[in-house]
């Protein structure tokens, strides 16, 4: 399957709450088909971050830029449908439906007219998505929680998104199951889709991914290749409990 990955990036973004700005002129590049973890501790403005992608938050300051190109304007559904996909942390999906029409419901959503019949595109996120195939007209509801995860993927990707942006992914998780979600996170990405997300396993969020961004305050306090992240004193000392 390929999909047409596009970057993501941000440039001096300023955004908050009732005039009171919780990210302080925020900047990050994620490169079309990289994956970019943002990590930081409970309240330095992670979710802020990713509404503020999503176009939940409006900035006051500062850009978003699509493949280049200015979205800042753009609603919600507007960024969804230019190829924004997004992925929340909870209620991702319709326990009461099946798996299929979960799957069927992802690219109903959209309004962008997709050029692959729906029967191609399901195979295509299925070749992703191994462990769901057999479990097609199960209610989606009875599935376990990491299965319920790759739904809840597998049917954002069901409309072809150039981008995925993933709250928390592995919350909730098991440490195998969030290792596994982990490994199709790179599949994901090398089937040609940019990947932009929040986690609060640094090691294992920041392991997988080309890229990172450490918030503390609303504020950079790192960014670059995650690899550099991971092995920066100040990165294992605040968060990889050791030197
Ligand atoms: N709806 C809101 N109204 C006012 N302030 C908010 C709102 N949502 C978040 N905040 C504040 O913004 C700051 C950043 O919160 P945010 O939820 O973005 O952090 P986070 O990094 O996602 O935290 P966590 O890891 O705990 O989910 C916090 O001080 C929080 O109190």
Do not use: C, W
């Amino acid at each position: 399957m390929s999909f047409t990955a596009k970057s993501l990036a941000a440039d001096g973004l300023v955004a908050g709450y009732g005039g009171q700005p919780v990210l302080h002129e925020v900047s990050f590049t994620a490169n079309a088909g990289e994956i970019l973890t943002v990590v930081g501790p409970n309240g330095s403005g992670k979710s802020t971050l990713i509404k503020t992608v999503l176009g939940l938050l409006r900035p006051t300051q500062g850009r978003i830029l699509l493949d280049g190109k200015d979205i800042t304007p753009l609603s919600p559904s507007q960024r969804a449908n230019a190829g924004i996909g997004y992925v929340p942390q909870e209620a991702n999906v319709f326990p009461n439906m099946t798996v299929l029409e979960n799957l069927r419901l992802g690219l109903d959503f959209i309004q962008r007219k997709s050029v692959t019949p729906f029967d191609k595109r399901l195979d295509e996120v299925l070749e992703l998505f191994p462990e769901i195939r057999s479990r097609l007209s199960a209610r989606a509801g009875l599935l376990s929680g990491g299965q319920r995860q790759m739904v809840a993927m597998a049917s954002a990707l069901m409309a072809e998104p150039s981008v995925l942006a993933l709250d928390e992914p592995s919350a909730g998780l098991s440490p195998r199951n969030a290792e596994l979600l982990f490994e199709i996170i790179s599949r994901i990405a090398r089937s040609g889709v940019t990947l932009f997300l929040i986690e609060q396993n640094t090691r294992l969020g920041l392991g997988a991914s080309d890229s990172g961004l450490v918030l503390v305050s609303g504020e950079v306090k790192l960014s670059g290749k995650a690899s550099e992240i991971l092995a920066a004193p100040e990165i294992r000392r605040l968060y990889l409990g050791g030197a």
